[in-house]
């Protein structure tokens, strides 16, 4: 489970990086993308949009965690607590750095709309937790659910998906993919109860649903009115995965077949000391990478415009681009470890002692999720305060009040020391 968590989190940074195709023409910064520059590039999202490994995995430790607790006489709120502590706090320092940027580039005159984009691609990330933590504060339920219907409670969770494109695509009801981010994440977390009780045990029946899911995905792309990518790509009307399509759902279903598919080898490397070690080191901060990789590679773009546009006159796609690649990856690495250094220190710390209602938490979290979204959608900017937009920025930090989690209580034992 670990190993897998710190494999998607690579494949989810190498793959934002490598996406991104900044480029300056005419004296002008276009933030381009290499699925449009270079279309066959869209079959790499197949191997790098990992989304769904992250919320299989999920389910695995969600289903652990809560067994746990009731086993041991826990409460919802306290375990609730101890989650939230874990994802919500983390990303609060990521929200104050960038409300500072955007109010620091308004009063020096840089227009909105460039703090806007920037801000909005830095933080991409945090969409994620927003449907991540309510997923986490419906784990009763979807666990009840695991626990009287078994896989009947994944079917029935894919019965909904292929309604709610059916009314997306047939009907043109457009606003109803929005419940996909539900039922389709929920899905394959689902997947995760299952894997921890052994129903996807074994290589041959993981291949099974590695091969179902590949030719479900095989026809939806080709036969159905579904693109290839399997993230957005700028300019295309349907996206896969803004909201999610059944696509998202088939690619999860082969991912997490082949991954289980060589579970058993995979354990017995994991037993040496080096593989481990450094699975254990990545999974020490991997939320505090996921969060800020985007900043660090957005702010390397910006200074190297600062710096007369360094590097960036070079045609995206190109044989010296692709050439540069391995540069640029370099540079933003030693950005995302000073990152790491200076934030790491909030994704570790325990919940406070203070009892906090259930309903506080839950209703704090949906807060969070509401800001969360909406930031990841648009952005910082706004016609607010320092030219900001105020009351969104808000929304996650009166949640996480609410839901009483607090960031600055995870370095107080260091302080103290």
């Not at 981010?181 to 394959?188: E, M, R, S």
Request: proline share 5%; charged share 10%.
């Amino acid at each position: 489970m670990d190993f897998l968590r710190a494999l998607s989190i690579g494949a989810v940074v190498t793959g934002h990086w490598l996406v991104a195709a900044p480029y300056v023409s005419g004296g002008q910064l276009s933030l381009s993308n290499m699925l449009e520059h270079q279309p066959w590039t869209q079959w790499l999202t197949w191997a790098f949009q990992v989304m769904p490994v992250f919320f299989f995995v999920g389910g695995y430790a969600n289903g652990v965690s809560w067994k746990s607790a009731r086993r041991s006489g826990r409460t919802y709120g306290e375990w609730l607590r101890g989650r939230l502590e874990r994802l919500v706090g983390p990303v609060l320092p990521l929200l104050v750095v960038w409300a500072m940027l955007g109010a620091v580039a308004g009063q020096l005159g840089v227009r909105a709309e460039t703090v806007g984009v920037g801000s909005q691609l830095a933080l991409i990330p945090i969409w994620f937790l927003a449907v991540y933590v309510m997923v986490v504060v419906f784990v009763p339920v979807s666990y009840a659910a695991w626990e009287r219907y078994g896989l009947g409670s994944f079917w029935a969770l894919v019965l909904a998906a292929v309604v709610v494109d059916i009314l997306f695509f047939a009907a043109d009801f457009r606003a109803a993919g929005w419940l996909n981010y539900g039922f389709i994440w929920l899905a394959v977390h689902q997947l995760g109860y299952a894997w921890r009780d052994g129903y996807l045990g074994g290589p041959r029946k993981a291949l099974a649903w590695a091969i179902g899911g590949a030719v479900v995905l095989a026809g939806l792309v080709t036969v159905g009115p579904y693109p290839l990518s399997m993230v957005s790509v700028p300019g295309e009307e349907v996206s896969n995965t803004l909201p999610p399509k059944l696509p998202m759902l088939a690619l999860g279903i082969v991912q997490i077949g082949l991954l289980l598919s060589i579970e058993a080898p995979v354990r017995r490397w994991l037993a040496r000391a080096l593989p481990w070690t450094a699975t254990v080191l990545v999974n020490g901060m991997i939320m505090t990478v996921f969060l800020w990789h985007l900043t660090a590679s957005t702010l390397i773009i910006g200074s190297a415009v600062v710096l007369g546009n360094l590097g960036l006159t070079v045609e995206p796609g190109s044989g010296l681009w692709w050439a540069a690649r391995p540069v640029w990856m370099s540079v933003y690495v030693l950005a995302l470890i000073l990152f790491a250094l200076a934030f790491g220190r909030f994704e570790r710390g325990g919940a406070g002692a203070q009892a906090i209602a259930p309903w506080r938490q839950v209703t704090g979290a949906a807060l969070v999720c509401g800001g969360l979204a909406l930031l990841a959608l648009h952005g910082i900017a706004g016609d607010g305060w320092f030219g900001l937009r105020i009351w969104v920025l808000l929304l996650p930090f009166a949640g996480a009040a609410l839901a009483g989690v607090n960031p600055l209580r995870r370095v107080a034992p260091r302080a103290a020391a």
